[in-house]
């Protein structure tokens, strides 16, 4: 499926032919799911150590020393935000002074589409949070939207490694299909999954695998929501309206993403911005996100209801 999108955009001849190994495939499944999975693991992990009472103060097992680690990680995303920040910067300033449908200019916008992909991941932990609690002000009736926004909120590390898989996935989709409709490309979904295809698997399973690992903490949520007398109609739609939360998230994110894209595609092409944003890939992101909400919704309730076998009392005393 590849050789032929590489024909098709002039980088590989006429009658090329794979040479395929069956290994080389397995090797990078690996690689990359497995790099996706310990990337997750630890902000999984804290959150669902965390005890009933730090869930109930508001700490969300997240603690406040400022370690030598966490202050060396707080640089390392400083200075990849920084980077990403300049390559934005600069492909504006190039695909505004080259022509339009110049080669400098399609080259500055698509790089600066996937420079903003990459500024907006690094800003994911502390945009999703942020953002979650925006959401969790929509007035609505029940006390499962009230658990569940409160949930979100506390869980913040949580919620921001379940988002930033299903935010690669939408911005990809933002990016390529982007430039396709802005007459930058000729991006078809055949060419898009050879290029993409293990990629947003990898992504799709990395925050199934988020959920997953957080299951326990979950559990103990639910139970302990049970011993203070919530109905179990109740305690389900707060799961639900969490995966909402944490697909909100994920498209609210992507849509920044794809306006950032359209702004690139339209300085590239000599269009107007509001007409090439009009003109965005807004079919592909629409069934990329429902499938969004469909997997975090189904991957909550089933993480929290793993374990059902037991008691109320055995889940509260239950540890990872």
């Known amino acids: 499926m590849m050789v032929p999108l590489l024909i098709d955009q002039e980088v590989a001849l006429p009658g090329t032919r794979p040479q395929w190994e069956p290994g080389d495939l397995i090797w990078t499944a690996l690689v990359v799911a497995g790099g996706v999975m310990v990337g997750g693991w630890g902000a999984a992990r804290r959150a669902a150590r965390a005890t009933e009472m730090e869930l109930i103060a508001g700490r969300g097992g997240a603690g406040t020393a400022w370690t030598l680690r966490r202050v060396l990680g707080v640089l390392v995303r400083l ?20 022509g339009a449908m110049a080669d400098e200019a399609v080259n500055a916008a698509i790089l600066g589409s996937f420079s903003a992909l990459g500024l907006v991941c690094m800003l994911a932990p502390w945009l999703v949070p942020l953002l979650e609690r925006m959401l969790g002000l929509i007035p609505a009736r029940g006390p499962a939207w009230l658990v569940a926004t409160r949930t979100a909120s506390l869980h913040s590390r949580r919620s921001s ?78 799961q639900v309206l969490e995966g909402v ?45 429902g499938l969004t909400l469909a997997t975090t919704c189904v991957s909550v309730v089933m993480s929290a209801r793993a374990g059902r076998e037991l008691t109320v009392g055995q889940l509260l005393r239950a540890r990872d």
Request: glycine content about 16%; proline content about 1%.
């Open 161 to 238: 490694a379940t988002v930033l898989p299903f935010l690669v996935a939408i911005g990809l989709v933002a990016v390529m299909f982007g430039a396709s409709r802005a007459g930058l490309g000729s991006m078809r979904l055949s060419g898009f999954l050879s290029m993409f295809g293990l990629a947003l698997v990898t992504a799709w399973t990395g925050g199934v695998a988020v959920i997953a690992m957080s299951a326990s903490s979950r559990r103990r949520d639910a139970a302990l929501l049970e011993a203070a007398g919530a109905r179990k109609h109740t305690v389900l739609g707060a």
């Open 245 to 289: 939360l944490h697909a909100g998230g994920a498209v609210a994110l992507g849509l920044v993403i794809s306006v950032i894209t359209g702004a690139f595609m339209a300085a590239a092409s000599g269009a107007g911005v509001l007409a090439t944003i009009g003109r965005g890939p807004w079919a592909e992101l629409g069934t990329v996100g």
């Open 79 to 98: 200075v990849l935000v920084g980077g990403f920040a300049t390559g934005v910067a600069a492909a504006a300033v190039v695909a505004g002074r080259s």
